[in-house]
């Protein structure tokens, strides 16, 4: 069981009509919610449900005949990218190859490139909010858990929300701007946690502090190991002018070209 901001997430098994059963994540509304609550979990539904694309995690079904509501998600057996990176790290005496970096950047880029041409803006872009299944499948969620399970990585400014600032442009922060340009500077910053095994974006610094790194253009320095072309992307996505950043579409071409050349390469070597 994992608590979140309006309820739990559970682990559950779906018998499907065919008799086959499947592991889902259950994410259940708390009982006795208000009104306005259960009507965000219902506008939640609504989102989501239109949703279907092979890098975002799936709904599978609801229930809403009966407290407590309840949204069926596929289960993915390896958690959060934030988790399954850190397990993967030099720390844990083990590493990641250039091309599974690539992989997981791609799916990622993938999906908002989905999400945002579906108008979609995620707002809360982390490795966190990205789920890992067998075979290194990368799938972009938002459970609403994360702000209980990760609260060092949000922070309220200004009494306002709790704001995951170390992913957030200075137009998010300052003015409360939320767009798909927004999403890309966050992607940016995932980019940085994948090559970086998981580490916090400006670890070691509080909070007002990383604000004002971020307002004075102190950027995050290039992790150990990471090609100088995927830096470089992190840093066109960190443009102070959210219009001279790439859109998604221009970054997962970019990503798949150089998965595309690392396998060429592979190939060729062996």
Not at 58 to 70: A, S, W
Not at 125 to 133: K, S
Request: charged letters at 20%.
């Amino acid at each position: 069981i994992i608590f979140y901001f309006l309820g739990k997430v559970y682990k559950g098994q779906l018998t499907q009509p065919n008799k086959k059963t499947v592991n889902v994540a259950i994410k259940a509304l708390k009982e006795n919610a208000s009104l306005k609550t259960q009507q965000d979990f219902k506008r939640e539904i609504e989102l989501i449900s239109d949703l279907k694309h092979q890098n975002i995690v799936c709904i599978l079904g609801v229930i809403l005949n009966k407290e407590p509501y309840c949204m069926l998600f596929e289960y993915m057996a390896n958690g959060d990218l934030h988790e399954f990176l850190i397990s993967n790290s030099p720390i844990e005496n083990k590493s990641l190859l250039q091309l599974e970096f690539l992989k997981i950047a791609m799916q990622i880029s993938e999906g908002m490139e989905y999400l945002s041409g579906h108008h979609y803006v995620h707002r809360d872009l982390a490795a966190r909010n990205c789920l890992v299944n067998d075979g290194l499948i990368v799938k972009i969620s938002d459970f609403g858990l994360s702000r209980d399970i990760y609260s060092s990585d949000y922070y309220r400014v200004q009494s306002k929300s709790l704001l995951p600032v170390r992913w957030m442009p200075s137009e998010s922060i300052l003015y409360g701007k939320f767009t798909t340009e927004s999403d890309i500077w966050s992607f940016g910053v995932v980019l940085w946690e994948i090559y970086s095994y998981g580490m916090q974006p400006y670890c070691g610094y509080s909070n007002p502090e990383v604000i004002n790194l971020i307002r004075s253009r102190q950027l995050l320095s290039c992790p150990d190991n990471c090609p100088t072309a995927v830096y470089s992307l992190m840093i066109e996505c960190w443009h102070e002018q959210a219009v001279k950043r790439p859109t998604f579409s221009d970054i997962s071409h970019r990503l798949k070209t150089w998965y595309d050349g690392h396998v060429k390469i592979s190939y060729q070597k062996s």
